[in-house]
């Protein structure tokens, strides 16, 4: 059974960083993408980052490139975001997602499997 878990959301101010963490048990992630998306409330779920099997390509959605960086340790089965400069309009609920490919997506139906999702909030 494959589980993901993320962890490190919270409430930050304006302009402040967190990080958050996407841990992957059940499968191994080295041979898999991996993505961050979120949804507000009253909103859609949105794509946010990718990263492919190996690290070497990644993409951000215009409204979080150059704030927020994606990354994995793929020994480790995890997937980071690190999200800077945050703005109110970041506030979400933000989920990490695999897919069965090695190269990256930014359609969530492509997307096999899901966290439980972590709340960021960021205040003004």
């Known amino acids: 059974q494959v589980q993901l878990v993320e962890s490190g959301g919270g409430l930050v101010q304006a302009g402040g960083s967190l990080r958050l963490s996407c841990e992957v048990s059940?499968?191994?992630?080295?041979?898999?993408?991996m993505a961050w998306f979120r949804q507000a409330p009253g909103k859609e779920r949105e794509f946010v980052a990718t990263?492919?099997?190996?690290?070497?390509?990644?993409f951000y959605a215009d409204s979080v490139k150059g704030r927020f960086s994606i990354s994995r340790d793929n020994p480790k089965n995890t997937v980071y975001l690190q999200m800077n400069s945050l703005k109110p309009e970041d506030t979400a609920v933000y989920y990490c997602?695999?897919?069965?490919?090695?190269?990256?997506?930014?359609?969530?139906?492509?997307?096999?499997?899901w966290g439980q999702g972590t709340q960021v909030t960021v205040s003004s």
């Open positions: 059940g499968r191994t992630i080295s041979s898999t993408a």
């Open positions: 997602a695999c897919r069965n490919v090695r190269y990256i997506s930014i359609f969530p139906n492509e997307y096999n499997y």
């Open positions: 990263i492919n099997w190996s690290g070497a390509s990644t």
